[in-house]
Each structure stands twice: as C-alpha cells, then as structure tokens.
C-alpha cells in the first residue's frame, strides 16, 4: 500500500549549497528506488507564515490557532512518515525548526499527560515513522551543551514516534570536507543511506 511520506526543510542554506538538502535529495532518490508507489509532500518551512513565527508575551493567547497549530498537526497525523533535514545552528536546530516544534509539540494534541500512570507523557504521534538527516559545520559529532541530532530524535520519540537511526554529516565547514560540493561529499554517505532506507 502507497505510504504518504513528508519531508520538512529547516535549513537556512540556499539549495545549491546546501548540504543537508543534498543529504535529503539522496535519502528520497534511494527511498523512491525501493519504494516508487509512496506520495512525498514536501514542507520548506523557510515558506510557511508558521515557522516564521516566535512565541512572545504579546502573541502566547494566539500563537496555537488553527492555521499554525492544526494544520500542521493534522499534517502529521494523516502521514505515515517524516523525513527531518536540518543543519547545527548555534547549537540546537535552527529557529526555524524550534518554530515548528514550538507550534505543534501542543498538550493533548501530539502528547498527553492525561492517561499517564507514572506521570511521564504519552506520544501521540505513534503511528509516524521518522528519519533525521543532520549536518554541522564542526568535524566532531557534538558539543557538551549541544546535540541537535539527539534533541531531535528525543523530541520525535516523545510525540511516539519511531526513530530510524539518524544521519549526521559532520564537518561541513571544515577542510577537507568544506573544498566539496555537496554532492561530492554525499557521496561518501552513499552506503549509509542506503542502509538506513532499508529501515525506514
Ligand atoms: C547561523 C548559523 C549557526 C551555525 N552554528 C553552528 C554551530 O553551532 N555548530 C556547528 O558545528 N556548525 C554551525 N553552523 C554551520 C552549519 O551547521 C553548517 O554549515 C551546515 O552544513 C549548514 O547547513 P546545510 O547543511 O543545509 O548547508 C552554523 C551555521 C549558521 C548559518
């Protein structure tokens, strides 16, 4: 049966230099390849009203409304799975991601603490398979205080989802990697994503 797929964009990268849009572009051509039947719909949130959007003092009464806050939670609960691409900024996901988790990580809507017995939340997201595709300018896979990979894999899995292994492309900024265009360096991630499509 054909699989409804959506892959969200949260780099702030133009596509041409883009490495974790090549990274996605790969990841889809290998999935595509063993999967034709599956329907992709595709979420650049440097396109949306929503991500563009930050939580304030002044907008907190109408920050979750239906534009912002159900369309995109009505998104994923009629896909089957996501497919996540974003770069390190300053640490963390780029604003544009926190944006978007800000809008639909919504109490009783993606995650609920109602019927919790040990007073942890229950995802209710669990039918959402999802694959993190991940890049970073610094060659070396975290920082103490930061790991966008692991806080995006926690934050997918709090919602229920399950988590396909990540893939993080570090060193972007940094010789040799950095002398590569995009394309060139995927190249050298060829059998991991093929390996992690198999999963996903
Ligand atoms: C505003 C900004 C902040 C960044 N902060 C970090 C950082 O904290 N650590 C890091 O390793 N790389 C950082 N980088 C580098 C990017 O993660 C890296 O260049 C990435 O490959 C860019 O996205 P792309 O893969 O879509 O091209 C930052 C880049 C930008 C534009």
Redesign the pocket.
């Known amino acids: 049966m054909s699989k409804k797929i959506l892959v969200i964009n949260g ?3 133009p596509e041409k ?5 090549a990274l996605t572009k790969r990841f889809i051509k290998h999935y595509q390849a063993l999967n034709p039947q599956d329907e992709f719909i595709y979420l650049d949130l440097n396109k949306t009203a929503m991500a563009l959007k930050t939580l304030t003092v002044d907008n907190f009464g109408t920050f979750f409304n239906a534009e912002d806050t159900d369309f995109y939670v009505d998104q994923l609960k009629n896909v089957d799975k996501v497919i996540i691409s974003c ?5 963390n996901v780029s604003g544009l991601v926190k944006n978007y988790f800000d809008h639909i990580l919504v109490a009783d809507k993606t995650f609920s603490y109602k019927y919790s017995k040990k007073g942890d939340a229950i995802g209710l997201l669990p039918h959402l398979k999802v694959q993190i595709l991940t ?4 060659p070396y896979g975290w920082y103490l205080w930061g790991n966008h990979t692991e806080y995006l894999k926690g934050t997918w899995e709090f919602v229920g989802a399950q988590v396909n292994e990540p893939i993080l492309i570090a060193g ?2 940094v010789s040799p990697m950095k002398e590569l265009t995009p394309e060139q360096l995927i190249d050298q991630y060829d059998e991991q994503i093929q390996k992690a499509v198999k999963t996903f």
């Open positions: 780099t702030v990268s230099t883009s490495y974790s849009i770069p390190m900024n300053n640490f890049t970073q300018g610094a972007t900024k």
